[in-house]
C-alpha cells in the first residue's frame, strides 16, 4: 500500500509567500526521509506551473463547477440547508478520491485561520477523518477571538496542529485543544533556500534597505509614515534603498509590484533607490533581500527571508503571526512590529526603524544565537510527522 504525502490548500505561486511555504515544507520531509514526489492540491496550477513548482511536486488542481447552472445549483442548496461545505465534494474530487487511509494530508494554509471561516479546509479536514487519513494543520497561525465553537469543533477534528508561533500556541491552549496534540516549531520558510540572481539596478549589497509594503496594509497613515521613513532614510542615512515586492496579482489591493513601483517612481530622482521589478522566485527574493542590510516588510514571508539570513528587520504587522514570531525570535514583539492599524503619526515607522539601526549589531548577535536551534524546530517536527504517520 503506498504512503503518500499531499499538500493541501495551496492557493497558487503568485503570492510567494506560499510559494515559500510549499517549497520550504518538500525541502523538509525530502531531508526527513519522504523519498517521493508528494503531491500539492492547488487552486491555481498555471501559477504553479509558471514558478516551476510542478517539478518539486505533483500538482493535483481544485476543480471548479462545470457550469453556471451547476454553480447557481450549490449556492440554493448552501443557502437552503444553511450548510456552507455543500459543493465542496465537486471542488475536492479529485483529491478525495486519490488520498486514503494509509496517506498523510497537510494543510498548508499559514494563516488561513486568521479571517475568515476557511470552508475548504473545515470540508477537507472533515473529510479526511471520515476517511480515517492522518490530518495535520501545518504551520498554522490561529487568532484568539476567531476560535469560536464552530471553528473550535473543526481544530479539534485535526489529527495534529503545528503552530507555528507563540501567540498561535498560547490561543489554542487558552481553547481548550488537547496540548497532546498541538505542536509548535517555526515557519518552513525559515529553511528556504536562497537562489542566486542578479541584484536590481543601483542595488548596494551590504549598505542597502530592502522595504516591502502591501495593500494588506495602505492606508492614509501607513502611507504617511512609510513616505516618511524613506525621507528620513536618504536624508539622514548614507544607505540606498530597494523596493521589493513579495505578491504578484492583478489585483490593485493585492499586487505588492504596483505600490513597490510608486515607491520608486516618488523618489528615482534621489539616484538611492531601486526596485525589484520583475516576477522572481520566492528564493531569488530571499537573495536579494539576504544582500539587505536592514529591512522593513509587511509580508510576512519577506520579513522571514531576512530573520532566518540575519538582516535586522522592522515588521509592519496586520495579523497575529507577525507579532508571534517577533516574540520567539526576540523574546518580545515591541520594538519589533509596529501593527499598521496602531499608526497614527507620521514617525511611527521612522523611530523603531531608527531603533533597530542603532541596535543593529546587538540584534545580530541575538540571531547567532537563536536562529540555529529556532530553524532546526521545523526540521524536528518534520522528522517526527513523518515517523508518526507514514513510517
Not at 461545505?85 to 494509509?102: A, C, E, F, N, T
Not at 492583478?250 to 510608486?262: Q, Y
Not at 545580530?364 to 524546530?377: G, H, Q, T
Request: charged share 25%; with cysteine.
Amino acid at each position: 500500500m503506498s504512503k503518500n504525502l499531499f499538500l493541501c490548500g495551496h492557493t497558487g505561486s503568485d503570492n510567494r509567500g506560499c510559494e515559500a511555504i510549499v517549497r520550504s515544507t518538500i525541502k523538509i520531509f525530502t531531508q526527513a526521509g519522504y523519498k517521493d514526489k508528494p503531491y500539492l492540491a492547488t487552486y491555481n496550477p498555471r501559477q504553479d506551473e509558471n514558478a516551476g513548482v510542478n517539478k518539486v511536486a505533483q500538482l493535483i488542481a481544485y476543480r471548479s463547477y462545470d457550469s453556471k447552472l451547476s454553480r447557481m445549483f450549490y449556492a440554493g442548496m448552501r443557502k437552503l440547508l444553511k450548510n456552507p461545505l455543500i459543493g465542496q465534494s465537486v471542488i475536492h474530487k479529485d483529491i478525495w478520491q486519490r488520498i486514503d487511509s494509509s496517506d498523510l494530508s497537510l494543510s498548508i494554509g499559514g494563516d488561513t485561520y486568521c479571517y475568515n471561516v476557511p470552508t475548504g479546509f473545515v470540508a477537507h479536514n472533515a473529510k479526511m477523518k471520515k476517511l480515517g487519513v492522518p490530518s495535520v494543520l501545518w504551520c498554522c497561525s490561529v487568532g484568539e477571538d476567531f476560535i469560536t465553537d464552530k471553528v473550535k469543533k473543526d481544530l479539534e477534528n485535526y489529527t495534529l496542529i503545528v503552530a507555528r508561533e507563540a501567540y498561535t500556541y498560547e490561543n489554542l491552549l487558552k481553547a481548550e485543544i488537547s496540548k497532546d496534540k498541538i505542536l509548535k516549531c517555526c515557519d518552513p520558510a525559515f529553511r528556504l533556500d536562497v537562489k542566486e540572481c542578479e541584484l536590481p539596478e543601483g542595488f548596494v549589497a551590504g549598505n542597502t534597505v530592502g522595504i516591502n509594503f502591501s495593500g494588506f496594509v495602505k492606508n492614509e497613515k501607513s502611507m504617511e509614515a512609510a513616505e516618511y521613513m524613506v525621507e528620513n532614510i536618504l536624508s539622514k542615512t548614507d544607505m540606498s534603498i530597494c523596493f521589493i515586492p513579495h505578491v504578484y496579482t492583478v489585483e490593485p489591493d493585492t499586487d505588492d509590484l504596483l505600490l513597490m513601483r510608486e515607491f520608486y517612481e516618488k523618489y528615482s530622482q534621489s539616484g538611492r533607490v531601486s526596485v525589484v521589478d520583475k516576477a522572481l522566485s520566492c528564493e531569488e527574493i530571499k537573495y536579494i533581500i539576504s544582500n539587505c542590510r536592514f529591512f522593513v516588510g509587511a509580508r510576512t514571508h519577506t520579513t522571514i527571508a531576512a530573520y532566518s539570513t540575519s538582516v535586522p528587520t522592522l515588521t509592519v504587522g496586520y495579523s497575529i503571526k507577525s507579532r508571534g514570531i517577533a516574540k520567539d525570535l526576540f523574546g518580545t514583539d515591541e520594538g519589533y512590529v509596529v501593527p499598521y492599524t496602531d499608526i497614527e503619526k507620521k514617525d511611527a515607522l521612522w523611530l523603531p526603524f531608527s531603533a533597530i539601526i542603532e541596535n543593529e549589531e546587538q540584534i545580530k548577535a541575538r540571531y547567532k544565537e537563536i536562529l540555529p536551534e529556532y530553524s532546526k524546530s521545523v526540521q524536528d517536527t518534520a522528522e517526527l510527522i513523518l515517523k508518526k504517520f507514514l513510517g
